[in-house]
C-alpha cells in the first residue's frame, strides 16, 4: 500500500534551516515525479515544488524559491527538502506526495519558524 512518511520537521528561529526527508513506499518512487506541500495554520494546503523522477529538473513555489531546495535518492526511495533564510512565514506542516498525488497523504512534519 502507498505510504508516505516525512520527518525532519522542527523549531527553528528566522533566518535558520532545516533539512525534510520524505519516504515513500508502495509504488515504483524512482518512475514518479514527487511534491512537497505545506499547510498553515488557517489556509489551505499550498504546493511548494517538486522534482522530476530522474532528479534533473525541480520547480518550486514563488515564495520559496531561492531558498528551498529539493532533491531525491531513487536508491533510497526518499526525497529531501533542504530549507533556508527561514521565516515565520513558512510555518506549517509540510507533506510530500507522489504526482498526480497518491492517497494516503502522510502525517506531515511540523516546521515552526519563530524568534
Known amino acids: 500500500q502507498v505510504q508516505f512518511v516525512e520527518s525532519g520537521g522542527g523549531s527553528v528561529q528566522p533566518g535558520g534551516s532545516l533539512r525534510l526527508s520524505c519516504v515513500a513506499s508502495?509504488?515504483?518512487?524512482?518512475?514518479?515525479?514527487m511534491t512537497w506541500y505545506r499547510k498553515a495554520p488557517g489556509k489551505d494546503r499550498e504546493w511548494v515544488g517538486g522534482?522530476?523522477?530522474?532528479?534533473?529538473?525541480?520547480n518550486y513555489a514563488d515564495s520559496v524559491n531561492g531558498r528551498f531546495t529539493i532533491s531525491r535518492d531513487n536508491y533510497k526511495n526518499t526525497m529531501y527538502l533542504q530549507m533556508s533564510s527561514l521565516i515565520p512565514e513558512d510555518t506549517g506542516v509540510y507533506y510530500c506526495?507522489?504526482?498526480?498525488?497518491?492517497?494516503?497523504w502522510g502525517q506531515g512534519t511540523q516546521v515552526t519558524v519563530s524568534s
Open positions: 508502495g509504488f515504483t518512487f524512482s518512475k514518479e515525479t
Open positions: 522534482i522530476t523522477n530522474t532528479g534533473d529538473s525541480t
Open positions: 506526495n507522489a504526482w498526480p498525488n497518491r492517497n494516503p
